[in-house]
């Protein structure tokens, strides 16, 4: 095989991995409003860039900056808060086929502002999708962690888990971070740390997003995750399937 050919065969085999039919959500959970540089949105960035030089349309969401009320209902306005912006920003969750929970670590666990995501995700999670599965289910979900301080897989095993119990398909090597060294020190996008550079992180990043994007052309393009046991309204209308004879009639 001549040089010329082996690059045409490589370059077809790039091309084939287009996912020009994937949407993808980054929820940016820093504590910091906008206009402030936060560190988590240099990972998002470079995972982001990834996933749009495969046709990905991409969203960044930083939830500080909007006002979600806390509370275990889709729309908390209707139980008493003065304002909930979550129906606006679930509407684009339910837009993506991927979703990525992304934040700082702050002793030693999630922010804040993550731990009010997830919360909110969770209203949400008794609602049914078209199949009569859990709303979530057909989707995929990922997480970033960034920080200067110890925590990424504990922050990320609570996020992932949280994911996959609302109905997220969660892929292999699902999660990526960078904390530098242990203990006060530089973050992530300060001059000198080190971080846009690091190997270890670059590399689970970029695997993180490939998977991520694997599952969810796996699970788009097969008409979503199988709608057999798992059917919600069926359950509810009296079908068991642990059952000899599983069908409601």
């Known amino acids: 095989m001549t040089a010329a050919t082996s690059a045409?065969?490589?370059?077809?085999?790039?091309?084939?991995?287009?996912?020009?039919?994937?949407?993808a959500l980054f929820v940016n959970c820093t504590l910091k409003p906008s206009p402030e540089v936060s560190n988590t949105q240099g990972l998002i960035d470079k995972s982001r860039a990834i996933m749009a030089d495969r046709g990905v349309a991409t969203d960044v969401i930083r939830a500080v900056d909007h006002d979600l009320a806390p509370g275990v209902y889709p729309d908390m306005t209707e139980h008493g808060?003065?304002?909930?912006?979550w129906p606006v920003l679930y509407s684009r969750v339910m837009d993506a086929d991927i979703l990525v929970l992304c934040g700082p670590i702050w002793l030693g666990d999630n922010s804040s502002v993550m731990k009010r995501v997830v919360e909110?995700?969770?209203?949400?999670?008794?609602?049914?999708?078209?199949?009569?599965q859990?709303?979530?289910?057909?989707?995929?979900?990922?997480?970033?962690?960034?920080?200067?301080?110890?925590?990424?897989?504990?922050?990320?095993?609570?996020?992932?888990?949280?994911?996959?119990?609302?109905?997220?398909?969660?892929?292999?090597q699902a999660d990526a971070g960078w904390v530098g060294p242990a203990g006060p020190g530089p973050s992530y996008l300060d001059p000198g740390s080190?971080?846009?550079?690091?190997?270890?992180?670059?590399?689970?990043?970029?695997?993180?997003?490939?998977?991520?994007?694997?599952?969810?052309?796996?699970?788009k393009r097969s008409g979503g995750f199988p709608a057999h046991g798992n059917r919600r309204s069926e359950w509810d209308a009296g079908c068991r399937y642990d059952a000899p004879n599983p069908e409601h009639r």
């Open 8 to 23: 045409a065969t490589s370059a077809a085999a790039a091309d084939a991995y287009r996912f020009d039919d994937l949407r």
């Open 81 to 85: 808060a003065a304002s909930d912006l």
């Open 120 to 132: 909110r995700l969770y209203s949400c999670s008794s609602l049914l999708n078209e199949q009569g």
């Open 134 to 172: 859990y709303a979530y289910y057909g989707r995929a979900g990922g997480c970033l962690i960034t920080g200067n301080e110890d925590g990424v897989k504990h922050c990320a095993m609570n996020v992932l888990y949280s994911l996959q119990h609302l109905g997220y398909t969660v892929p292999p």
């Open 194 to 219: 080190g971080g846009p550079e690091n190997d270890f992180t670059n590399r689970n990043t970029t695997f993180m997003t490939w998977n991520l994007m694997h599952m969810a052309a796996l699970l």
